[in-house]
């Protein structure tokens, strides 16, 4: 898992987030209590969503968001993050964001490059997440829908 500090727009703030990078999560999803740190506006859904944790945790989810990222010098908007239960501080992008801007890693320096639609590439710089949190993390980085 790799990680990088970014930032969000909202209303035209922009405020700081630490994001994580997962490929074993199925989605991309913020905690309760980072979604309310940050005032981020949600959306209430007719039918919850039921997730999987990697630990065999079923996590109702009744919210999802869109949030306006900006990675590096990459700004995008990322849709239906799932809101999980929660007070984790961080944006994990799960293996939907992957798919979907399919980026190119290179694991010996620890970069991303993304290309825009309109063909400009951005280099993300991440870090490795092999630090003490690594244990917390994985007991939510493997989410799968039901």
């Known amino acids: 898992m790799s990680r990088c500090q970014a930032s969000v727009t909202i209303g035209g703030t922009t405020k700081p987030i630490e ?3 997962s490929t074993g999560a199925a989605v991309s999803y913020i905690s309760e209590g980072a979604a309310a740190h940050l005032r981020l506006p949600v959306i209430i859904e007719d ?3 039921t997730l999987k944790g990697a630990t065999g945790e079923e996590l109702t989810c009744r919210h ?3 949030i306006d990222l900006t990675l590096g010098t990459f700004q995008h908007v990322v849709d239906n993050v799932e ?3 929660g007070s984790l501080p961080y944006l994990v992008l799960g293996s939907d964001w992957f798919r979907r801007y399919d980026p ?3 694991w010996r320096e620890g970069t991303f490059v993304i290309t825009s639609d309109r063909g400009v590439k951005h280099t993300i ?3 490795s997440n092999f630090d ?3 244990t917390t993390l994985h007991s939510v980085e493997a989410v799968d829908r039901i």
Do not use: G, Q
């Open 132 to 134: 003490s949190t690594t």
């Open 47 to 49: 039918t919850p969503t």
């Open 64 to 66: 999802t968001a869109s």
């Open 83 to 85: 809101v999980v239960p």
């Open 104 to 106: 190119r890693v290179s």
């Open 125 to 127: 710089e991440t870090k």
């Open 19 to 21: 994001v994580l990078f």
